[in-house]
Every structure is written in structure tokens, then in C-alpha cells.
């Protein structure tokens, strides 16, 4: 096996991004469950709930079970959320709704949708252990070796695991995947753990969570640039970092030193779900994750690998049908 990384282990996206280890997919569980039906979207839940136990077996310290808090932004968000619980909670996930906040969060948000299962992972230090695994096991990683076309390649099975940058490689994901830009800010220790799990709010625009030296880490808001932030270009925006930096001395209840700001590339889907599985004949993919790849790349990774290797998981037809490449 041989790996072709365009830049370092870790170097784009998959390294560069707000930590968050999240069951199930972008879209809400109860939206899965009318795109995917009710029995699909528990498969899918019950799949990622599965990969973050693999992550945290795999991970070690870079891995830490927090749960997440997805908060209410406004009276209609939390409407949102409760629907989202009440869909949980029917099909027996674990999940809890919190109407009263404290701490910071109190008077800011209208409530919560605490998912127990969640955590943070230490995203540069989890892809360097895998690809550390994986060189143990005889894996050639080349780093530094961009591919531009997949003629350049002689293999007899060839996986697209680009998620935010496979743009000229397949015609058929040109079409279905979109790049896009997230950025983030990181500001030095607080001093003290105000936010002791992810956070995000405002149906996913806004995230953070406190690292365990009590830096915050913040990433968001790109909305307010939302067509200049579908693009592959990793170059930060001004007017969304000074929001970043503005919101972070929010969060912090007063003035924060920023000492990291970064972009990265990811990428979206039409309807937030994963294209997993064979695209053309030698030809596999498992990306455009809408934000949501560090659980659910491991869980597709690993779909992909036992169906080239002759042992297909039943799961991998959860991907079938999601829509035309």
C-alpha cells in the first residue's frame, strides 16, 4: 500500500481543525432520519458511535471522552434541538436537553442538546499515530508527492481520501463535492476551564472547546462570507478572523492573547452526507465529510478497506442511493 500526501501527515485539514469527535453526521439526527429512513439513520448512528470507540482505543492522550453540547442560538435553534432529542431519544440514543444553562452560557443560549457519547481529539497527533500505524504495518507514505491525476498512479485500486481537495482528479466528484474554507483562531491558556467539552451553536456556524493547557479554540462563522468561503484557497479572511477574536474575548469574559490563526480545507456535499464507496472501476472514494471527518473518516476509511480487501461491511450500503455521482 502507498500513500501520496501533497503536503505532511497531518498538514491540511485533517490536521488543522477544532478537535471535535462527533457520533453520527452532519445533517440532525432527526433530518437523517427523513433523508436516509429511520432504520438507515440509526445504522449510521450506531456506525459512528462505533468508530469513536475504535478512536478512542487507537488514540490514547490525544483523545478525551467529553461528551458536546450543541446550543440554542435563539428561540427557533432550540426548537430545532428538541426535535433532534426527542428523534434520539425514541430510537434509544443517549442524548439529554438541558433548558437552563450556567456559567457563561447562561442568558446567552436557549438551551442545549448534550450528546454523552462525544469528545475531543487532538487532531494533528491522532492522524500522525495512525499514519505511524500504518508504516508499522508496511504502508510507503510518500509526503511532499501531490497527485494531480490518477493517471500518474500504477495500482489496481486507487482511494480518493481527500475529503476537501479531490477537484480534478474524478469528474464525478467535481461535481458533488465543494470545497470550502473553515478558520480558526487559538488563544493562550485562559487560566482557568470555563467550557470543559466542545461547544457549537448556531446550527454549526460557531464551535469551540478548551484544549486541556485551557487554550480556546475557535472556529467559525463562515457565514458571514459564505460565498468567498466556498473555495480551496487557504487564505484567511480578515473580517471573519477579527469576529473569531471579537467572539473568543466574548466566550473569555475579557480580553484574550490570540497565539495561533489557521484555515483549512473541507469538503461539503448538497446534502451533508459522505460519498463512500466505488466511483469507477479501480476507483474509490471516502470524503466530502460537511465538517464532520474526524469519527466518520475513520468509520468510511475503514469501510473502503474491507470492501478492496474482499470483506464488504453491510454498512457501506448506507452510503448507496444518498445521490447520483
Do not use: K
Not at 2 to 28: K, M, Q, T, W
Request: aromatic content about 8%.
Amino acid at each position: 500500500m502507498r500513500i501520496h500526501d501533497g503536503r505532511e501527515v497531518a498538514g491540511g485539514a485533517s490536521g488543522r481543525n477544532g478537535g471535535f469527535a462527533l457520533r453520527g453526521g452532519a445533517p440532525p439526527y432527526d433530518i437523517a432520519r427523513d433523508q436516509l429512513g429511520p432504520d438507515r439513520a440509526a445504522e449510521l448512528w450506531r456506525l459512528t458511535e462505533r468508530a469513536l470507540e475504535r478512536m478512542a482505543a487507537l488514540a490514547g492522550d490525544a483523545f478525551r471522552p467529553t461528551g458536546s453540547l450543541r446550543l440554542a442560538n435563539d428561540a427557533d435553534e432550540a426548537v430545532a434541538l428538541q426535535a433532534e432529542y426527542e428523534a434520539l431519544r425514541e430510537d434509544g440514543f443517549a442524548a439529554e436537553w438541558r433548558p437552563g444553562l450556567d456559567g457563561r452560557l447562561a442568558g446567552r443560549f436557549e438551551g442545549a442538546l448534550l450528546h454523552p457519547t462525544d469528545g475531543s481529539i487532538h487532531p494533528a497527533r491522532w492522524v500522525r499515530r495512525l499514519a505511524a500505524r500504518a508504516a508499522d504495518a508496511g504502508a510507503e507514505i510518500r509526503e511532499h508527492d501531490r497527485v494531480e491525476s490518477l493517471d500518474e498512479l500504477e495500482a489496481e485500486q486507487v482511494v480518493i481520501a481527500t475529503d476537501g481537495y479531490t477537484q480534478g482528479l474524478v469528474d464525478e466528484l467535481d461535481r458533488t463535492i465543494r470545497p470550502t474554507r473553515g478558520q480558526v483562531v487559538v488563544t493562550a491558556p485562559l487560566g482557568e476551564e470555563l467550557y470543559p467539552c466542545p461547544h457549537y451553536a448556531r446550527y454549526g456556524y460557531d464551535y469551540w472547546q478548551q484544549t486541556p493547557d485551557l487554550r480556546l479554540v475557535l472556529g467559525g462563522f463562515r457565514d458571514l462570507a459564505i460565498d468567498e468561503e466556498w473555495t480551496a484557497q487557504e487564505e484567511m479572511a480578515t473580517a471573519i478572523q477579527a469576529r473569531l477574536e471579537a467572539y473568543a474575548e466574548e466566550l473569555a469574559g475579557g480580553p484574550v492573547e490570540i497565539s495561533r490563526r489557521w484555515c483549512g480545507i473541507f469538503g461539503m456535499t448538497e446534502d451533508l452526507l459522505p460519498v463512500v464507496g466505488p466511483v469507477r472501476d479501480g476507483v474509490w472514494a471516502a470524503c466530502g465529510y460537511s465538517g464532520h471527518g474526524n469519527v466518520l473518516g475513520l468509520a468510511c476509511g475503514e469501510l473502503v478497506g474491507q470492501a478492496i480487501a474482499g470483506d464488504p461491511a453491510p454498512e457501506l450500503s448506507l452510503f448507496d442511493g444518498v445521490r447520483a455521482l
